[in-house]
């Protein structure tokens, strides 16, 4: 199975930030890759599929970039409705896997 | 508007056999390419995905628990139904089931989720 992993597991940000995530594949997975928002006792949103495609509806200020093995979540500007935990996930084989999770919370 | 709904036992016991179904509106799963899968989520830790049947029915399980999956659909019913056999305290978890729209793409709309607890 692919593995995957993120980096940070959590930090704490201000309203207004840039922050990045990063998500490694253990093999490279083209661009098989998606990123999930979720919030406590949600379940997980969709915003951005294809690696750097934004799902309908998702704000602008999240953007996706990478292929292969490394990709990366950016948040341009970090809104109060944006502290949760975000999971990337490859969608190249089978079986599906998710990343551990990075939680983002408030300074 | 696509919306899917799990419904099944919230308590089960060791060694028995969890039965979920998602009963879900807004597409047909006789649609060429459209899939519906179940992931899972142990409290306070991350996604794991289990299985997908697709609208030809095909049926992709997780490795490490195929032995104990089955996915079926009902396509005149519009319910994908997950058992899970031998049912563990370690397979306590939210249960989700969510739409797969293509090949391309991951899933996208997810139900809300039915929590399991595995006691005696």
């Known amino acids: 199975a692919i593995r995957m992993t993120q980096s940070p597991s959590s930090f704490s940000a201000s309203t207004g930030d840039r922050v990045t995530i990063t998500c490694r594949a253990s093999q490279g997975i083209s661009s098989y890759l998606a990123w999930y928002q979720q919030k406590p006792g949600k379940a997980p949103k969709l915003l951005i599929y294809?690696?750097?495609t934004l799902q309908s509806g998702v704000p602008s200020r999240f953007s996706g970039s990478g292929s292969g093995t490394d990709f990366t979540l950016t948040i341009s500007c970090l809104q109060s409705e944006d502290f949760a935990t975000y999971y990337c996930q490859q969608y190249y084989s089978y079986p599906w896997t998710f990343g551990p999770g990075t939680k983002v919370d408030i300074k | 508007q696509i919306t899917l709904k799990e419904s099944g036992p919230t308590l089960v016991k060791p060694t028995q056999t969890l039965t979920l179904t998602c009963t879900f509106s807004g597409f047909s799963l006789s649609t060429s390419g459209v899939g519906v899968g179940w992931i899972r989520q142990p409290p306070g830790k991350a996604l794991e995905w289990l299985a997908l049947i697709y609208w030809d029915d095909d049926k992709r399980y997780s490795p490490s628990l195929k032995s104990r999956l089955t996915i079926t659909k009902d396509t005149s019913k519009n319910q994908v139904v997950l058992t899970m056999t031998n049912m563990d305290p370690v397979d306590t978890a939210t249960y989700y089931c969510?739409?797969?729209?293509?090949?391309?793409?991951?899933?996208?709309?997810w139900g809300q989720g039915t929590l399991v607890t595995v006691s005696s």
């Open positions: 969510a739409h797969r729209r293509g090949i391309d793409y991951p899933v996208g709309y």
């Open positions: 294809a690696a750097s």
